[in-house]
């Protein structure tokens, strides 16, 4: 069954210091998203990106934060100076055509110390 | 905005139980519902899925949501837990371009 693939699995990074966060959504999909879960939180959308630009974000995702689809298979979340309290785990989801059939991939657990 | 409730924070239970998830959301036009399933230290997997038809619907693993339309509800169900079950279950609608997901109950079946 095909994945979304997340890397790294876990990153640990400093205050301040800029962090990619890499997916390769499924071939054929079309959307695609990112979304975050604070430790003992819920689920946070924070990005949709559709046909090369962002659809729709949320406040969450300010100045800080920025995607990119560098190639035909990754998208990538870049957040440019980590605070602590981006400590999270980051998902990545894409959907088929039509916006339906959300696949998530396993996560990266962002440390920030 | 949209918004999806999940009634229960932590449900304790034990094996052979029954066990219902109760879920509201807030939004009057046409949604996708889901119910997904995270397990510990894993990735969140759906479980089940309603785009339109059957407002009963079966998902993996034994489990199934009804869709009440009048209600704004999707309750997640199982007739017999089993230790496995043991994970955090979310609810989710989308509408437009994302996934509302609501806080996740807890489900902790005692062997």
């Known amino acids: 069954e095909p994945e979304v693939t997340q890397t790294p699995s876990h990153q640990v990074t400093q205050m301040g210091q800029e962090v990619i966060l890499r997916c390769v959504p499924i071939s054929n999909h079309l959307y695609f998203y990112w979304y975050r879960q604070i430790l003992g939180q819920k689920v946070e959308f924070l990005v949709s990106f559709y046909n090369n630009e962002i659809s729709e974000k949320s406040e969450i995702f300010d100045d800080q934060f920025s995607v990119e689809r560098p190639d035909g298979s990754n998208f990538t979340l870049k957040i440019r100076s980590t605070k602590l309290e981006d400590s999270a785990m980051y998902f990545c989801a894409s959907s088929e055509p039509g916006r339906y059939g959300y696949t998530f991939g396993s996560g990266t657990r962002l440390t920030v110390v | 905005a949209q918004s999806v409730s999940q009634h229960n924070h932590h449900v304790i239970l034990s094996e052979a139980a029954s066990l219902e998830l109760g879920c509201n959301y807030s939004y009057g036009g046409t949604v996708n519902l889901f119910w997904y399933v995270q397990y510990p230290g894993q990735h969140l997997q759906l479980l089940l899925k309603?785009?339109?038809?059957?407002?009963l619907v079966k998902g993996i693993k034994g489990f199934e949501a009804e869709f009440i339309k009048s209600k704004f509800s999707f309750n997640l169900r199982k007739p017999s837990v089993q230790w496995s079950d043991t994970a955090e279950y979310f609810c989710a609608v989308t509408s437009d371009y994302k996934l509302s997901f609501g806080a996740g109950t807890t489900v902790t079946v005692r062997a």
């Open positions: 309603y785009f339109s038809g059957d407002p």
